[in-house]
């Protein structure tokens, strides 16, 4: 199994800023996942980060928006950038090892 | 591109009765994962059962249950003696193959009510 921390567990921010998630790992893992849940919604998948490349995001999800580092195999950030309040959402980190398990989550309120 | 649906946006059970949610999903590959995620208000992401596409018995973790039809592409969930602590979101996830991408794909959940 994984322990997977994030901070902050939740944000208020100003429409126009930038927050950045931490993601931590207890473990050594490859992939990690950055996932969006806005509100009464399921999750979605923003991107996949491999440490040492460039993380790989998916359709409707753009770098310059969600810029995302993994800098060692047991951490990873998401920044949101230039918020709008439809970024407002939980957003969680995942890692893929015999399951994929995932952290507590990041609630963001942006007004 | 793999779809997962859950046609249930709600359901409730009594306090140790049994219910079963519901979940389809579309793929091409033969070999897959399929998972049921509980998330409580506390919103944390709870494994509660997997199957691998290419096992014909369904898994089984003690009162949680799956109905894996790979044919019909079927994958449901039952939970018997129902308690209160089963209340939460329940999302059906794909993965596809080993060695892929290891991304998830969810429905879009079911809120499970348990009454007392």
């Known amino acids: 199994s994984a322990v997977i921390s994030q901070k902050p567990s939740r944000d208020i921010c100003q429409r126009g800023t930038s927050l950045t998630i931490q993601c931590q790992v207890d473990?050594?893992?490859?992939?990690m996942f950055w996932y969006r849940q806005q509100p009464g919604q399921s999750l979605t998948l923003i991107a996949t980060?491999?440490?040492?490349?460039?993380?790989?995001?998916e359709s409707g999800f753009v770098i310059d928006k969600f810029p995302i580092s993994r800098p060692n195999l047991t951490f990873s950030t998401l920044t949101v950038s230039n918020m709008s309040p439809e970024d407002s959402s939980i957003y969680l980190c995942?890692?893929?090892?015999?399951?994929?398990?995932f952290g507590p989550g990041t609630r963001l309120t942006v007004l | 591109a793999q779809t997962v649906t859950q046609s249930q946006p709600e359901m409730s059970v009594q306090e140790a009765e049994t219910v079963t949610l519901s979940c389809t999903y579309d793929?091409?590959?033969?070999?897959?994962?399929l998972f049921w995620y509980k998330q409580p208000p506390s919103r944390q992401m709870i494994l509660v059962i997997r199957?691998?596409?290419?096992?014909?018995q369904n898994a089984t973790e003690n009162r949680f249950s799956v109905n894996f039809q790979k044919a019909a592409k079927s994958f449901s969930l039952k939970i018997s003696d129902s308690q209160l602590g089963d209340a939460a979101m329940y999302f059906c996830?794909?993965?596809?193959?080993?060695?892929?991408?290891?991304?998830?794909?969810f429905g879009k959940g079911t809120k499970l009510t348990v009454n007392p």
């Open positions: 793929t091409s590959e033969s070999d897959y994962y």
């Open positions: 995942s890692v893929a090892l015999a399951e994929q398990f």
């Open positions: 980060a491999n440490q040492g490349s460039e993380a790989t995001y």
């Open positions: 199957q691998e596409a290419y096992k014909q």
């Open positions: 996830a794909y993965r596809g193959p080993q060695g892929g991408s290891e991304k998830l794909v």
């Open positions: 473990s050594q893992v490859t992939m």
